[in-house]
């Protein structure tokens, strides 16, 4: 199933996109026997989304132009890894490092697809980064390696948007990537089952149409098992939780000179058996109550 979440009346309503692409059904929401989100049906388990296909002919129908997406979930945690592909960039090999580096995600500071990246008064080094999303359906700690992948709900989009100043400015470069609205996460969630072995997909990133990455998942050096595995040795993961697990090269700061992200650009990513996370860029407006809370 390809899962989402749309905006209607004021509502959030739960989706299930159709193999057309462009039909959407959805449950009533006042029926409260049936799943009314995604998490909602990640916590029900395997009945409630039995429920929803035996209801398939029942179910209100839109078309997907005409919706507002949201953001597929709001993560409890974001775990993101660095550098899991080879980088053809790269002067010189490393090599793999024996774990996977480690970094943090606020979920506000990500947008749903179709919202505008926003590059920020303090930087003009936006980058983009195109990344798979493994979304954690079953809690657990100590997570063996062989059991992993049954932790996994399902599959989306990532676009880990990096402001390469200030990633620079100390070893610790989470705040590079915690900027307001520098990512991106949509525009769906697809079951493990449909996605299948997350190993036989492509990854791209577009921006205004010219292919800027290219690879095969295949490539990770850590895989997503072992990534989970290494998290879960640490803490417990829990349903809702998103794994980022890397982006291959071909992002603005491989190019020389580098290039990034400008107000007026669309960036686009794409993940076979997944879709098309896309997001316009713009500038952040000078005006910080523009973007400040009302307290």
Not at 248 to 254: E, L, N, R, T, Y
Request: glycine share 10%; net charge negative.
């Amino acid at each position: 199933m390809k899962l989402l979440t749309f905006k209607l009346k004021g509502s959030n309503r739960l989706g299930w996109l159709m193999d057309d692409g462009q039909t959407v059904l959805s449950s009533d929401p006042d029926d409260i026997n049936m799943p009314q989100s995604i998490m909602d049906l990640i916590k029900r388990g395997p009945y409630a989304r039995n429920q929803l296909m035996s209801s398939k002919t029942t179910l209100e129908s839109f078309n997907l132009e005409e919706l507002k997406l949201l953001d597929p979930i709001v993560p409890g945690g974001i775990f993101c890894v660095d550098s899991n592909y080879p980088d053809p960039a790269a002067e010189k090999s490393l090599g793999s490092p024996e774990h996977p580096t480690l970094f943090w995600r606020l979920p506000r500071n990500h947008v749903a697809h179709g919202e505008p990246l926003m590059v920020p008064v303090r930087s003009n080094s936006l980058d983009w980064a195109g990344e798979l999303v493994a979304v954690i359906g079953k809690r657990g700690r100590h997570i063996e390696t062989e059991h992993a992948l049954h932790h996994v709900f399902g599959y989306s989009i990532y676009n880990q948007g990096s402001v390469r100043e200030y990633q620079i400015h100390t070893s610790q470069f989470g705040l590079g990537n915690n900027f307001h609205a520098s990512g991106a996460f949509g525009p769906v969630i697809v079951t493990a089952d449909e996605f299948g072995d997350p190993y036989q997909h492509e990854i791209q990133t577009h921006l205004n149409g010219e292919q800027v990455q290219n690879a095969s998942i295949s490539l990770m050096s850590h895989r997503i098992e072992d990534i989970i595995a290494y998290i879960s040795s640490s803490m417990e993961l829990q349903p809702g939780d998103i794994v980022c697990t890397g982006t291959p090269g071909g992002v603005g700061a491989d190019n020389k000179p580098p290039r990034y992200l400008q107000a007026g650009e669309t960036v686009e990513v794409s993940i076979s058996g997944i879709g098309k996370l896309s997001n316009p860029v713009e500038a952040e407006p000078t005006d910080l109550n523009a973007v400040a809370c009302s307290c």
